[in-house]
């Protein structure tokens, strides 16, 4: 839709991107009754589409996403690196699939649709302002240079990255990384080489500071991309050199490049920056929720969504200061774990460029193949179980301690008892 937004004196709230927080959150508001007015930049989801997107099963299951939105399933790890080195694990049963990113923000815009809200495509939030009154007024423009000044009880920043009305925090400065992701066509029988798992490539042989992925999506379809966290001491290659590298040594060059997208991730590391100023309040990325050390934000997203609605309308019911404790709530749902992942990534990704690094890395992975199931790689990466198997590792990523036990290149259904 990118006609003017319709008139209306006072919306309860406008909400800036139509990504999976932003539309989440319109969802729950319009359901209880609130007068949503949903704006996204983009004139359609399929445009600029980057997200690896994989979750675990237990993300599919807790916001029961739709068939529609799953392009595969997967149930091994694969790791290349450093250098040569190959390890996989296997279980026996899927443990989480890949998303369709582009089909998954449809499904939640219409989910807000279906309950109310009123979505603008192709219009941008320029500014917003807090009047005297306690309103907020915004500035949108949308095709052609349109205007339109819109007044609303809050304002949701959930422009992701881009922090469009929230700004960079004062005081607490931003880690940043970039990636680039291209889906290419190949053939079945090649694809089937990556069908069934998420495969990383690890090391600075591979990806200097950062790492690449292979994901396989519908039969015949490959993400293929790389990121890095950006390191202002050091010279880095080109993100697109570091591609096509990465294609040539997987044995994909030459395939038909179907589509190319890119992206940032910043965040800050202590994750202390206000949440609310005025009726302006921050959600997902823009109050940094991205998981610097997986490059993951779509489970984040949707889980300070689900923190801040509740919060928001009992602020719209003027039930006391409930955005007041929205800061806390979202550290102690995403939890500890969750805080020590951005310092860890820091840590790991910016040290990530060398030989000794590399020989850490494979210590570390050497010794997570001894010892853990792909279950546990399951825990560990998406739930950040690091007092289980993260504690243990950590002085191998620090270079405090060697492990130095190996086992065959495939462990299946091992337990992690």
């Not at 790492?211 to 293929?224: A, D, I, Q, T």
């Not at 609605?309 to 979202?330: E, W």
Request: hydrophobic share 40%.
């Amino acid at each position: 839709m990118s006609e003017a937004p319709r008139d209306q004196r006072t919306w309860d709230v406008l909400i800036a991107g139509a990504g999976p927080s932003g539309s989440r959150l319109a969802q729950q508001l319009s359901a209880a009754g609130a007068t949503v007015l949903l704006v996204e930049a983009l004139e359609d989801f399929s445009k600029n589409a980057f997200s690896s997107a994989a979750l675990p099963l237990s993300a599919v299951e807790r916001w029961q996403l739709p068939e529609s939105v799953i392009a595969s399933r997967w149930d091994q790890w694969q790791l290349f690196g450093p250098g040569e080195s190959r390890r996989c694990w296997a279980a026996d049963a899927p443990l989480g699939v890949v998303l369709d990113f582009a089909a998954l923000r449809r499904w939640l815009a219409d989910q807000a649709l279906a309950s109310g809200t009123q979505l603008q495509l192709g219009w941008r939030v320029c500014a917003t302002e807090t009047l005297s009154s306690g309103l907020a007024q915004t500035q949108l423009r949308g095709p052609g240079g349109r205007e339109a000044v819109i007044t609303s009880r809050f304002v949701v920043d959930a422009t992701g990255e881009k922090r469009v009305l929230m700004g960079e925090p004062r005081h607490h400065p931003l880690v940043s990384g970039s990636g680039v992701e291209w889906v290419l066509q190949v053939p079945v029988e090649r694809w089937q080489d990556w069908a069934g798992r998420l495969s990383f490539m690890l090391g600075s042989r591979w990806v200097p500071q950062g790492y690449g992925w292979v994901f396989p999506m519908e039969p015949g379809r490959l993400k293929v991309g790389v990121c890095r966290l950006h390191d202002s001491g050091r010279s880095q290659p080109p993100l697109h050199q570091l591609q096509l590298q990465l294609l040539d040594r997987l044995g994909l060059t030459g395939d038909t490049v179907v589509d190319r997208h890119g992206g940032l991730i910043r965040s800050t590391i202590r994750r202390r920056e206000a949440h609310q100023r005025g009726a302006l309040v921050g959600l997902g990325d823009a109050v940094s929720t991205g998981n610097l050390l997986g490059g993951e934000g779509i489970r984040h997203a949707l889980t300070s969504a689900d923190v801040l609605a509740p919060l928001l309308l009992g602020a719209l019911a003027g039930r006391g200061r409930p955005l007041a404790s929205y800061p806390n709530r979202l550290r102690q749902k995403l939890g500890w774990r969750w805080s020590l992942s951005g310092r860890l990534a820091q840590r790991t990704w910016l040290g990530l460029s060398g030989e000794p690094a590399d020989r850490r890395l494979e210590r570390l992975l050497e010794g997570l193949q001894t010892t853990a199931s792909a279950e546990a790689l399951s825990r560990l990466l998406f739930d950040y179980r690091f007092e289980r198997y993260g504690v243990r590792a950590l002085p191998y990523l620090l270079g405090w301690a060697s492990m130095a036990t190996k086992k065959p290149p495939c462990r299946r259904g091992a337990s992690d008892d």
